[in-house]
């Protein structure tokens, strides 16, 4: 197993709002809520308002600094030798939906309680909280690696070249792209700073490629996905799961980059979040600021992208794009041209 190293320049940090809005809602249980006559009347309602507000504030702690923290207990280190595929992410993933579950119950029954007028916002909150719940449940179940999978889709002519994962993580799509390609190699790359990642994924990634028996056909880089470290047309084929989508205002750079280090009629598949049931389960409303099919379609296509299929898979959307054959001779032509180049 290769491995180069170049400099990361961000950092992911979108889980920290949900830290803090879930350390402000245990707080608001644990102090607020059980001094509302109707709640500190009852030793059970008084009690319980306590405990949940204690359970939300370090859950959410936990959320914000728990991986970090976790990866510098001696127990944690010794894990890493575990004869099972680790992925890091699945327990903060999954506490965020479940964190807001817990908090909307909780509210719905102070709700009922304290101002029983308001029943048919008690009830409102309770199906919410029910959908977190069931959010929290799907984070959890798509964490393991039995649910690692990527769509059957024309992505090589054969089951050799030289394939880019683009986002790697701590290798769920490498080793599902190593398993599927016995003779090609994949080149994983990420900038490994993720904080809903333990450690960032690099040792994570490291110890599931051996499990996998992948090491000697994987190398690793690190590096950004909106600059990344390769000569234009490099790779064969490329796959991105769960990654460009996080990039934000930079997701079309991200395309662009992917479309520069791929070889003329080189295939991409793309997987991302889009709004949908199973988004909105796992985050509700957020899921309406995700990137819709349509908005990927056309930053795909002003890439320079040719779109060959699409599809969706365990709730997330999926697209295969082809690099047009002659691409990089018109993008060498249209540099030429422009002013003092």
Known sequence: MATRDTPGTHSHGHLWLVGLIG?????????????LPAVSGTILLFGGFHLVGALVLLASLYVM????????????????????????WAPAWALGPWIAALILAAIAVAVQVATPAYWPLAMVLTLL?????AGGLIARTVGRYEHAALPMVDLLPCDAG????????AGRTTIALGRALRNGRVVALDRFDSNYIEGGGRALLEQNLRLAGLTARVDIELGDLTALPFPEGRFDAA?????????????????????RVLKPGGRFLLVVWVPGWTMFAIVSVLALLFSGKGAWRRMAASAGFELCDEGMLNGNWFVVLKKPI?????????FHRLPGA
Request: charged share 20%.
């Open 129 to 133: 909280a029910a959908n977190f719940f």
């Open 65 to 88: 600094a728990g991986n970090r923290l976790a990866g510098r207990l001696p127990g944690r280190k010794r894990r890493q030798d575990t004869a099972n595929f680790d992925f890091g």
């Open 23 to 35: 350390v402000a809602a245990g707080l608001l249980l644990l102090i607020y809520v059980p001094s």
């Open 162 to 169: 030289v394939v880019l994962d683009a986002g790697c993580g």
């Open 326 to 334: 002659g691409a990089s001779q018109r993008g060498e032509a249209e």
């Open 239 to 259: 796959v991105s799961a769960h990654a460009i989508d996080h990039l934000g205002s930079q997701k079309e750079q991200g395309l662009r980059e992917v479309l």
